[in-house]
Structures are given as C-alpha cells and as structure tokens.
C-alpha cells in the first residue's frame, strides 16, 4: 500500500500552516515526522486522516484521492493511535482494544467470537494477553500506549498513524514502544509516526520527513537526512554526531554541545 500526499496546503483561516508539502511512503516502511513545536505535524495528520477538509493538493492511498472516501471505508485504510491519555470511563483492556473492531461491522452486527478472537491475537501480539482484564484507567503510561495500539491494530487497515507515540513515557518504554512499532513496520504495516525525539528516528526510521516553516525541508533515508547542521535547522541546537560502539554494533547518537557555566 502506498500513501502518497502530492502539493498539500493548508490554512487555519488565514494562517498558513502547511505549504505545498510533498511525500510519500509505502508499506513496510518506519516513517518518522519531525519538526518543532507548532511545525504542522498534527495539522499534517488530520488532513490525511480526513478530519480536515478545505485543503488544497492530494493525498492519494494506492492513487485513489481520499476526498471522495467516506469515514468508514478510511477506518479500513488508516488507524490512528493518539498520545495515551486518561479515560472518563475506566473500561478494561479487552473492551478498549475490542472498541477498535467497530469499523470491520456493519451498523446492526454487535462483535462475537471473532472480533474477541482478533482483540487476543493483537494482545498476544503486542505482549500484552495479561492486562486484558486490567482497567485500562490503571495501566502506566507504557502499558497504555501499547493497549492503543492494539486497539488501531484490531482496525485492521495497513497504514498507522502515530501522535509522538512515546510522549510521556520513561526511557525504557521509549526504546521498548520504539522496538515494537519498527517490528510493525517489518511485518507489513506503514507507520507513519511523530517524534521529538531525532535519535528514535535515527534508530527505527526507514524514512524521516523533516518540516519547518510550513514546507518539508528535507526527507530520506535518515543517515542522509539528519546531520548536526539539520538538528540545528529543526531545533535551533548545536550537536555532534557520534556513533558509539556497543555489544550490537554501533549506534548513532547525537550530543548536544552545550557551553556549561
Ligand atoms: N484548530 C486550530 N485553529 C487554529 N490554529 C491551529 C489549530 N490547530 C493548530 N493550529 C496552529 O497550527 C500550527 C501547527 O500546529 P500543529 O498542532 O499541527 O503543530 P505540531 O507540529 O503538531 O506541534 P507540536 O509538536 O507542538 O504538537 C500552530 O501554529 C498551531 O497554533
């Protein structure tokens, strides 16, 4: 499946805030978003999800415009994982994860031994079978970031759509969300993702998509496209590129050159 968003622009009334951006990415591909606070990258996810309309250019899945889909059949297309947040009602996992199969039915089906069939294979999937009957309310962060992904998993649809994924989330989890979502990738999915975080693109990306100013300003492989001089472009901060020697080979790591007091 290939996703393609061909000369996008959008305004907020009269503030521009996306600028003729282009690119494209298929199925088994890690995709990170980067760019500052306010560079566009939600605005960017909402007009391809269809929850903004009134923006000029395309965006295409398989080459068919999805300005003429209806909600159900982008459900089928896209899943869309938000940042793990705090319920109001404190349903337990396997209800959360089950809410996700309510694209694949029609209006009067209620969901029986298949969709808890297909909710226990994507927990089991995740590594998560044990939290099934768990409040989700009661989970840590990590634990529910994973539960939403299932929940987009169950969806069934091949492209996934991640709001900074591993926002809030302690180191370990970071790496640990970060492991999972490349595996994803791996096996077929397209993840399309936001992170603040440059060396999780380093890491997992198979694509990075920079934007700034409204534009993308550089996308790639990302050893082609994060250098310290972009990290400086993107966030106004001098670093050096190191690659460390570690028990599984070299990892690449940017330190920041900060001049201490
Ligand atoms: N509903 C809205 N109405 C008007 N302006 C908006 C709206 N939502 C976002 N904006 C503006 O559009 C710009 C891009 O916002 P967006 O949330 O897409 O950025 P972002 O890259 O996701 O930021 P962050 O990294 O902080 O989450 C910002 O200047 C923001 O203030």
Known sequence: M????????????THRTLDRVNFSADTNQCVC?????????????????????GYKGEILIDGADCRHKSVKEMARLISYIPQ???PTFN?????????GTNPLMDNFHTPGDKEREIVFEKLDLLGITH?????????????????????????????????????????????RIME??????????????????PEHALLFADQVVVLKDNHIIKSGPPKDALDPEMIQNIYGVKVELKNI??????????????EWE
């Open 2 to 13: 290939k996703l393609t968003v061909n000369d996008l622009s959008f305004s907020y009334k």
């Open 33 to 53: 978003l980067l760019g500052e606070n306010g560079a566009g990258k939600t605005t960017l996810f909402r007009c391809i999800l269809g929850l903004l309309g």
């Open 84 to 86: 793990a947040n705090l």
């Open 91 to 99: 349903y337990t996992v396997f209800q959360t994860v089950l809410m």
């Open 131 to 175: 939290l099934a009957e768990r409040g989700y309310a009661n989970l840590s962060g990590g634990e529910r970031q994973l539960v939403l992904i299932a929940r987009a998993l169950v969806q069934d649809s091949d492209i996934l759509i991640m709001d900074e994924p591993t926002a809030n989330l302690d180191y370990g989890n970071q790496y």
């Open 180 to 197: 999972k979502v490349k595996k994803l990738a791996d096996q077929g999915y397209l993840v399309l993702l936001s992170t603040h975080n």
């Open 245 to 258: 020697s570690t028990e599984n080979g070299m990892v690449p790591v940017f330190v920041p050159c900060l």
